[in-house]
């Protein structure tokens, strides 16, 4: 089986090419390759299939070629991942499967419209997002108010006064199940300086990763709520880097890295 490694802002992924549409990617099979000491190790997995071959959105092939069939690192599946999205065009383009330019990408949270940068960095429409009001999340003992934010997947995006370098994300902290019943992103912000916003996420059937870029722009939408705005170009500090969002009265775009760092034979199989 052949494979490919990749990274946005150190938010790493496996990409495993399934040009006809016949891997079986089990759950299991994704939680072993994902294992960072007995497996190639990795954030998640992103299958690379013909979005015509995919009974899940199939109803995208006329808007988009290709599916990312995205799994967190447990296996469990997901709606979206915006670096992962990044990532996932990054390969289409290096593999021949799309030219550089602006072009549409299927998920399961919807056709994302990528655009290759000048600068190299690669952009993605990610949609308006739907803010559904607070929820409260629990770390330490403390509770945290935050924003319920809808980027296509799940987010409680927590702007707090302790410096986020000074969190301990060992373990998940904990959420209401009753507002979020598929699990949920939660970011844990600092909002310092004019339009910038240090960040740090524990994801979904994953733990604390290096970059969420989803999360990045929830990150933007509660920085720019706590400051009184709704539009605007934030950066978004990360462990891995930094993200670009900008929000205007229609959609969020999210601009970063994304590069594709090896390639190779996968001979992991699952039990």
Not at 45 to 51: A, D, E, I, N
Not at 160 to 175: K, N
Not at 234 to 244: H, Q, R, S, Y
Request: a negative charge; charged letters at 20%; proline letters at 4%.
């Amino acid at each position: 089986m052949r494979f490919l490694k990749g990274h946005g802002t150190e938010n790493d992924f496996v990409i495993l090419p399934d040009l006809d549409g016949e891997l079986d990617v089990t759950a299991v099979l994704v939680a072993r390759i994902c294992d960072r000491r007995a497996g190639i190790g990795a954030d998640g997995v992103l299958r690379v299939v013909p979005t015509k071959l995919s009974h899940e959105v199939s109803d995208q092939a006329g808007r988009a070629e290709w599916f990312m069939d995205y799994r967190n690192a447990d296996g469990s599946m997901a709606e979206m991942c915006g670096n992962g999205v990044r990532v996932f065009a990054r390969y289409l383009v290096e593999a021949g499967l799309a030219d550089p330019g602006e072009f549409g990408i299927a998920t399961r949270g919807g056709v994302r419209r990528i655009r290759f940068e000048p600068t190299g960095d690669v952009s993605v429409d990610m949609g308006k997002p739907t803010v559904y009001g607070e929820s409260v999340a629990t770390l330490g003992g403390h509770e945290v108010v935050g924003l319920h934010i809808d980027i296509g997947n799940p987010h409680l995006a927590c702007v707090i006064g302790e410096p986020v370098a000074q969190l301990d994300l060992t373990h998940q902290p904990g959420f209401d199940p009753g507002v979020f019943p598929s699990g949920v992103n939660i970011e844990f912000l600092n909002a310092v300086g004019e339009r910038r916003a240090l960040m740090r996420v524990f994801e979904r059937g994953v733990g604390e990763t290096r970059s969420c870029g989803t999360g990045a722009v929830a990150t933007a939408v509660a920085a720019a709520a706590l400051a009184g705005e709704t539009t605007g170009t934030w950066a978004v500090e990360v462990l891995g880097g930094t993200l670009t969002v900008t929000l205007d009265e229609h959609t969020s775009y999210l601009a970063g890295p994304a590069v594709i760092v090896a390639d190779g034979e996968l001979r992991l199989l699952a039990e």
